[in-house]
């Protein structure tokens, strides 16, 4: 499967932005869904991760503020980011866990939050 992520930008703090990972295929059959980050000079980070039964995971940092979800229909994975803070700036990834041993990486989409 190849994954897309959109939606990043350049946003004040306090505003929302909403990341948008299409699929190439069906992902009816992964079973995770996720939203990593990188921010300069700082490792890749878990966000938010949603399973195929619709429970989903945050980091401390932006429970709250983030809400992930999926739509199978549409083969997306979304995620609503709101009351954006600088510390929020990264590059948004997506990811697709299939079991423990198959997963896929999008290409990354920047957020830039500026204070």
């Known amino acids: 499967v190849q994954l897309q992520a959109s939606g990043g930008g350049l946003v004040q703090a306090g505003g929302s932005l909403r990341l948008s990972c299409a699929a190439s295929?069906?992902?009816?059959?992964?079973?995770?869904m996720g939203w990593y980050r990188q921010a300069p000079g700082k490792q890749r980070e878990l966000v938010a991760t949603i399973t195929r039964g619709a429970s989903t995971n945050y980091a401390d940092s932006v429970k709250g503020r983030f809400t992930i979800s999926r739509d199978n229909a549409k083969n997306t994975a979304y995620l609503q980011m709101n009351s954006l803070k600088p510390e929020d700036t990264a590059v948004y990834y997506c990811?697709?866990?299939?079991?423990?041993?198959?997963?896929?990486w999008g290409q990354g989409t920047q957020v830039t939050v500026s204070s």
């Open positions: 295929g069906s992902i009816f059959s992964i079973n995770v």
């Open positions: 990811r697709a866990d299939y079991n423990r041993f198959v997963n896929y």
